[in-house]
T-cell receptor
Framework: DQQVKQNSPSLSVQEGRISILNCDYT??????FLWYKKYPAEGPTFLIS?????DKNEDGRFTVFLNKSAKHLSLHIVPSQPGDSAVYFC?????????????FGGGTRLMVKP | DGGITQSPKYLFRKEGQNVTLSCEQN?????MYWYRQDPGQGLRLIYY???????QKGDIAEGYSVSREKKESFPLTVTSAQKNPTAFYLC???????????FGSGTQLSVL
């Protein structure tokens, strides 16, 4: 049973417009969320994160929104650029005695058209 | 330059063969992880290690083995018991109980 879901496998956006990537989770114990960006044949790189005590975090063109009641988070990229074309993974963190474990969604492939 | 090095970039396995994927980090991180990515899917945790000489199974540990004899090294062996080994394997590290994982560039394993 997937605890973190990204229901849109792909998204196509025109350069300069806003890209909105969505992520849903089921476990209310998740207390920290991250977005990673991945290019083909490379490892994911960290993009932005948000703690469960916040509902918004902004870093330049990237903003993450968290709606705890809906168990939903989204990543907004504005304005979108062709270099943003990549696969984006959301990840949720659960802190327990074994350490901090990340659970990843299935990813959304973003294509930004010039 | 600090980072995580995975080798080789591409690896081919014959039927019944064990293969070992290398992961080395010079970030002085305590925790290391192995993930597997299949086409169109997310990352699934195979094994993780919070400290030297200790490691735990992740969600899909069957058919894999690891060791953590040194802080900077966390090799993954894909055994012949892993019936579907073709995937992109990612190694990651973090500080102890860290929230951010730093990833290597991955190893693509294919079966001949």
């Amino acid at each position: 049973d997937q605890q973190v879901k990204q229901n849109s496998p792909s998204l196509s956006v025109q350069e300069g417009r806003i890209s909105i990537l969505n992520c849903d989770y089921t476990n209310s114990m998740f207390d920290y969320f991250l977005w990673y960006k991945k290019y083909p044949a490379e490892g994911p790189t960290f993009l932005i994160s948000i703690s469960s005590i916040k509902d918004k975090n902004e870093d330049g063109r990237f903003t993450v929104f968290l709606n705890k009641s809906a168990k939903h988070l989204s990543l907004h990229i504005v304005p979108s650029q062709p270099g943003d074309s990549a696969v984006y993974f959301c990840a949720a963190l659960l802190s327990n005695n074994a350490g901090n474990m990340l659970t990843f969604g299935g990813g959304t492939r973003l294509m930004v058209k010039p | 330059d600090g980072g995580i090095t995975q080798s080789p970039k591409y690896l081919f396995r014959k039927e019944g063969q064990n293969v070992t994927l290398s992961c080395e980090q010079n970030l002085n991180h305590d925790a290391m992880y192995w993930y597997r990515q299949d086409p169109g899917q997310g990352l699934r945790l195979i094994y993780y290690s919070q400290i030297v000489n200790d490691f735990q199974k992740g969600d899909i540990a069957e058919g894999y083995s690891v060791s953590r004899e040194k802080k900077e090294s966390f090799p993954l062996t894909v055994t012949s018991a892993q019936k579907n080994p073709t995937a992109f394997y990612l190694c990651a590290s973090s500080i102890y109980r860290g929230r951010r994982l730093f990833f290597g560039s991955g190893t693509q394993l294919s079966v001949l």
